[in-house]
């Protein structure tokens, strides 16, 4: 993970998972709130479609999400004169990450600035349906 150059430690990274979440990773954090305690945060996002994990990995998408993460534009004008894309195309796809809630897209004066909270994406893809055993699957 990259760091942002302060003394903040938090884990900055975003989880997509494709059908099921990370179970285990809720189990803890309402067992520590049980206790009392502060869960360690964890931020995941569940996509039950391919295509949405398909949208969100293109070239386009993760050039716009690293520039956004690396540059920190004030604006949608901006963006696209960063990754030299036609402002309309750039906007277009920003709409989808937004609907994919990947980028919020913050009123700031006239113009809207993309804004994420992460640094690193990890995404859990797995290859064998939820449904069918791992004996079944080795079969």
Do not use: C
Not at 61 to 75: F, K, M, T, Y
Request: proline share 6%.
């Amino acid at each position: 993970m990259a760091t942002t150059g302060n003394s903040d430690t938090t884990d900055r990274t975003l989880h997509i998972r494709f059908r099921e979440g990370d179970d285990d990773r809720i189990e803890d954090a309402l067992a520590a709130l049980d206790r009392n305690e502060a869960p360690e945060p964890y931020f995941e996002v569940v996509y039950n479609d391919p295509a949405d994990v398909h949208r969100v990995t293109r070239p386009k998408s993760l050039e716009l999400l690293r520039a956004i993460v690396q540059h920190d534009p004030g604006s949608i004008r901006e963006t696209a004169r960063l990754v030299d894309r036609d402002v309309s195309q750039v906007h277009r796809n920003l709409k989808e990450l937004e609907e994919l809630h990947l980028v919020e897209l913050v009123d700031d004066g006239q113009s809207k600035r993309p804004s994420v909270w992460y640094e690193a994406i990890d995404i859990d893809l797995p290859l064998v349906s939820p449904d069918i055993g791992s004996d079944e699957a080795t079969a």
